[in-house]
Nanobody, 118 residues
Framework: VQLQASGGGLVQAGGSLRLSCAVS????????IAWFRQAPGKEREGVAC????????VYSDSVKGRFTISRHNAENTVYLQMNSPKPEDTAVYYC????????????WGQGTQVTVSS
């Protein structure tokens, strides 16, 4: 059972980057998958969330209109497409999965570093 985040790296401001969160060993349905980020010296904050069964999405105001969260159910993968990133988007990005129905889970993946250069 794990969440595997990948896709981080160095990107120029205004470019694009796609993060992936591969979910394995979990029941994917009736779950919510979210991306969080944590910059040095700051608290971890939610960035985007997608609900598995209806694809409802929620975004933080800081990324709305620039980032897109999506799911590929057949691959059990959630993506975060980062368009027009800004230097203030620099952080370690984490994926989180939660299911409140049985089988319940509340899991964090390891982080992936995103650095946006100006």
């Amino acid at each position: 059972v794990q969440l595997q985040a990948s896709g981080g790296g160095l990107v120029q401001a205004g470019g694009s980057l796609r993060l992936s969160c591969a979910v394995s060993g979990l029941t994917f349905g009736n779950s919510a998958i979210a991306w969080f980020r944590q910059a040095p010296g700051k608290e971890r904050e939610g960035v985007a969330c997608i609900v598995s069964d209806n694809d409802d999405t929620v975004y933080s105001d800081s990324v709305k209109g620039r980032f897109t969260i999506s799911r590929h159910n057949a691959e059990n993968t959630v993506y975060l497409q980062m368009n027009s990133p800004k230097p203030e988007d620099t952080a370690v990005y984490y994926c989180h999965a939660k299911r409140i129905l049985a089988p319940r889970y509340d899991l964090w993946g390891q982080g992936t570093q995103v650095t946006v250069s100006s």
